[in-house]
């Protein structure tokens, strides 16, 4: 084995092994979401208004949606077609409504949710505002498939194979 044949080697390994990780599996991705003052918030009241919360597709959204404020709201969210009432609680005592939402590549974007109570977020579609929130469904970065990840790994080792041959003779 000459040192050529090891840094060839290496080279295609360092090509090859970002490659052999799968794609990101589906997660379960566990959010509460509470009302609270006519807004929507991530975590906890005093967290930002109007949050954002993002998957990858594939991925389900297990909402848990409370709600603090002392009068009704509802938890609508017409893309994935639920529109479920919260009714009135507090903060020591909320409302709380289980909501899970399975995504795929389909899905790929950015959804409104919303409060259809009147005046709770004025607007159309998905273009409200105030009570509103959005769940972000964004695709990682693409991976080969593993597929094709094989082919990559015959493609390295034949370019070492072909290499080496070569660099044999050379040295004849
Ligand atoms: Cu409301």
Not at 46 to 51: F, G, I, L, S
Request: hydrophobic share 45%; charged share 10%.
């Amino acid at each position: 084995m000459n040192r050529w044949m090891v840094i060839v080697g290496l080279v295609a390994a360092l090509l090859v092994s970002p490659m052999i990780a799968g794609p990101a599996s589906a997660a379960d991705v566990s959010v509460t979401l509470i009302a609270f003052n006519v807004n929507w918030h991530v975590g906890s009241e005093t967290a930002a208004a109007t949050p954002t919360i993002t998957v990858s597709p594939g991925d389900t959204l297990r909402l848990q949606v409370h709600n603090h404020d002392a009068f009704g709201h509802t938890f609508t969210f017409p893309h994935f077609t639920v529109n479920q009432p919260l009714a009135a609680g507090s903060s020591t005592n909320p409302t709380v409504i289980f909501v899970n939402i399975t995504t795929s590549t389909s899905d790929n974007g950015r959804w409104q949710f919303y409060c259809s109570i009147p005046g709770h977020a004025p607007g159309t579609n998905e273009s409200r505002t105030g009570m509103v929130g959005w769940v972000q469904v964004s695709t990682p970065a693409p991976r080969p498939t593993p597929g094709f990840d094989v082919v990559l790994v015959i493609a390295a080792l034949a370019v070492v194979a072909v290499s080496v041959r070569a660099l044999h003779r050379r040295k004849k």
